[in-house]
């Protein structure tokens, strides 16, 4: 299932809205998928990434109802 499909298939079962999202600031991919879906870019951060085990700058974006 591509990402697009599965964040789409996820999104069906969790009604709650607004949905907020962060994703790396140069995850092109992960953005992509996240503005398919419907998410929108609201603000940048800076944040400690576990798996990168640095700082790393950060999109967060939202998911409104409707």
């Known amino acids: ?22 994703a790396a600031a140069d995850n092109a991919g992960s953005l992509r998928v ?3 879906c419907g998410f929108r870019v609201t603000a940048t951060d800076r944040g400690y990434a576990a798996a990168r085990g640095a700082e790393i700058d950060a999109v967060v974006l939202v998911l409104d109802g409707g």
């Open 1 to 22: 299932m591509a990402a697009s499909a599965a964040l789409r298939a996820l999104l069906a079962l969790v009604p709650e809205r607004p949905l907020h999202a962060r």
């Open 34 to 36: 996240l503005e398919k």
